[in-house]
């Protein structure tokens, strides 16, 4: 089938799949402690109509699924989407991000339904910091979830995501270096981006990946740049002048990766979206629900992937705020 290109050229091969808004933290950057009003059943797309959506989009060369939320793992029986996933012919790598709180029970179904990558967002290591910023005192069983992954290298590597921001992060960016270099897990901080339910994001709240860069090597010594990887990966990978560990910094704020973007997103209630800070989204959920054939469904999908937005504008006049809010949308 006939590749997915936008009109600047861009491959389109990582679909980001959200496949439910809920989650069991309360992340004061994500959304309000009350947490928001959820969508019913019926407005969710099944596992049988993400398969079917997914394996047309893989027919047209998507290469990368990543399963998000919300928090996905709230979700019953995520290990056997996976499996199904893992069965679509052309598919290289299957990934999930998650808070990490459900990985004690969920790793060894999750790894042997064939799960390959995995990112567990964690932003602080201080117990008291933590219970603040997710409203859960759960580090403890987070750390255990990671500990608990490590059993199982077929899923590889083990990102860990933490959401820089200034005057919460600076403290904690040696301790998570220490975790990236004893542990093996991939630590990479990701720039606060105005996606937050409560709209509280200020550009002068941006922790920037340079800045974190200065304060590890101003204990390290010069980092060295990890060559040869995927032309569209969003972090910027480095390791240490001894090798041990690796870290990245994704700087969507300060060094967007707009022009090497080759991502759509499918939210939880089956929306396509072309760009993180979409404003308009195309309605998969109908076209799946009614008798379009998969010809029809793959035109669909065709003709958003052509009108996908250039780039965010964020720090610019013509920046517009997403239509949803980061749980909605599955980052
Ligand atoms: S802001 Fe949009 S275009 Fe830019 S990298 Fe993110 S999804 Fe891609």
């Not at 960016?173 to 991939?186: P, S």
Request: glycine share 6%.
């Amino acid at each position: 089938m006939e590749q997915l290109v936008d009109s600047y050229g861009r491959h389109i091969k990582s679909m980001r799949i959200s496949i439910t808004d809920k989650c069991n933290f309360r992340c004061t950057y994500c959304m309000p402690a009350e947490g928001l009003p959820w969508l019913k059943k019926p407005e969710i797309l099944t596992y049988e109509e993400i398969v079917r959506i997914s394996r047309v989009a893989v027919d047209m060369g998507i290469e990368q699924i990543r399963l998000t939320g919300g928090e996905p793992l709230v979700r019953r029986d995520v290990p056997d989407l996976v499996y199904q996933l893992h069965q679509l012919p052309g598919l290289r790598s299957l990934s999930l991000t998650t808070n990490g709180v459900l990985l004690k029970d969920q790793a060894r179904p999750l790894a042997e339904a064939g799960l390959t990558r995995i990112n567990v967002s964690l932003d602080s290591l201080v117990r008291e910091k933590f219970a603040k910023l997710t409203r859960r005192d759960q580090l403890d069983r987070v750390l255990i979830g990671l500990e608990e992954l490590e059993k199982y290298p077929s899923i590889h590597p083990i990102k860990v995501n933490a959401v820089a921001m200034r005057d919460f992060t600076e403290e904690e960016v040696l301790d998570f270096v220490q975790l990236a270099r004893r542990k093996a897990y991939v630590v990479r901080w990701i720039e606060f981006m105005p996606l937050d339910a409560d709209q509280i994001w200020r550009k002068e709240d941006i922790l920037t990946g340079a800045e974190l860069k200065a304060i590890i090597e101003a204990k390290y010594g010069p980092l060295v740049p990890v060559r040869g990887g995927d032309p569209s990966e969003t972090a910027r990978r480095y390791t240490f002048s001894d090798g041990i560990g690796e870290i990245g910094f994704i700087n969507p704020v300060s060094e967007p990766f707009c022009s090497t973007c080759d991502r759509i997103r499918l939210t939880a209630d089956g929306q396509l979206r072309t760009c993180l800070f979409a404003t308009e989204e195309t309605d998969l959920r109908a076209v799946v629900r009614s008798d379009a054939d998969d010809e029809q469904l793959a035109q669909t999908i065709r003709r958003a992937v052509w009108h996908k937005e250039l780039k965010h504008y964020i720090g610019d006049k013509r920046f517009k705020r997403a239509n949803r809010s980061m749980s909605m949308i599955g980052g």
